[in-house]
């Protein structure tokens, strides 16, 4: 092979090999370029999320009414009042009254709380550690056995006081006008409103006025005082006032019906009357449930005065 020869195969072999060369580091430039603009799908995680477990430390809390005196109701979903028996399951959120001369004993886990008459109160939360019920007004028992590390709170509804005690035996009593005792029968609790927490022991009550802190706890009274302005009277309406006062922190009610009593323990109240003879009866009513009763006898006569004699008319 001449010289010649030799030396334009070397230099057709070189452009090649420069033309691949050039050709491959283009071709890389444009694959990272399309790269950049459309970066690939990030690769799901296919796995699994392991389920979460159910709370252990919730207990299946039992809430049932084991006991009914009298017209008990629960509020329905519909907003109407339905009639409560005994063994009924309750869920929580029920709300239930006791109506005149009514009671009922609600089981709520290891604790029973008792509703007087003319009760009402809401079965709340029920937590792994905590039994809860709101006392809107009225009067209720609570009765805490010990064990299972729980508590039972029973919380003024409409405002921060709350009563609670992991083992024992105390009342609270609701007023409408918004005041509330709440005294020891057996062990000690801890009543807290207005950022101000008393314990009070067996034996003990405190009163916590509408938007105040507790009292420092004293002796439950050994006597219950009731005065009647008035124990007789004749009318000649269908209706009388009855007045009359009572402890500061009583409660009460006038031929079944719950009254206000003031700040000074006076109370009146209106009450509609037959014709002839009335007996109205009054009772109070102490946190402890010691009740005390008068009666007001009032007689109704519309017929007015007979007139004797005729009218002379003018000529």
């Known amino acids: 092979m001449s010289r010649k020869v030799a030396i334009a195969i070397a230099a057709t072999l ?14 890389r430039r444009a694959d990272q370029k399309q790269a950049k603009q459309n970066p690939p799908a990030p690769v799901k995680n296919t796995t699994m999320p392991t389920p979460t477990p159910p709370d252990a430390s919730v207990p299946n809390v039992k809430r049932v009414v084991t006991k009914v005196t009298g017209k008990v109701e629960r509020l329905g979903s519909d907003g109407n009042w339905q009639p409560l028996a005994e063994g009924s399951a309750l869920n929580a959120n029920d709300r239930i009254r006791t109506k005149g001369g009514a009671r009922a004993v609600l089981t709520v886990d290891n604790s029973q709380v008792v509703l007087d008459e ?24 609570a009765d805490m056995k010990s064990g299972k590390g729980r508590r039972l709170l029973i919380k003024r509804e409409g405002s921060d006081l709350v009563a609670t005690t992991p083992a024992g035996r105390f009342s609270m009593l609701a007023t409408k006008r918004g005041d509330t005792v709440v005294a020891s029968d057996e062990g000690s609790v801890e009543v807290t409103a207005n950022k101000k927490t008393v314990t009070v022991n067996q034996g003990e009550q405190t009163t916590v006025a509408k938007g105040k802190a507790p009292t420092a706890p004293q002796k439950i009274p050994t006597s219950l005082f009731l005065k009647l302005y008035r124990s007789y009277a004749k009318s000649r309406v269908k209706r009388h006032v009855v007045r009359g006062k009572t402890l500061p922190f009583a409660r009460i009610t006038v031929n079944g019906i719950p009254v206000r009593v003031s700040s ?29 009763s008068g009666r007001v006898s009032v007689s109704v006569d519309t017929s007015g005065p007979k007139v004797k004699g005729g009218v002379e008319w003018g000529k």
Do not use: C, P, W
């Not at 939360?125 to 006392?135: D, P, Q, T």
């Not at 003879?277 to 009772?283: C, I």
């Open 14 to 27: 070189g452009i090649v090999l420069l033309a691949a060369i050039v050709d491959r580091v283009f071709l």
């Open 118 to 141: 003319n009760t009402n109160v809401t079965v709340s939360g029920i937590a792994a550690a905590v039994s809860e019920v709101r006392l809107k007004f009225g009067r209720v028992t």
């Open 264 to 292: 000074t323990g006076e109370f009146s109240h209106i009450v509609a009357l037959k014709e002839g003879y009335n007996e109205v009866k009054v009772t109070t009513q102490m946190v402890t449930g010691r009740t005390k």
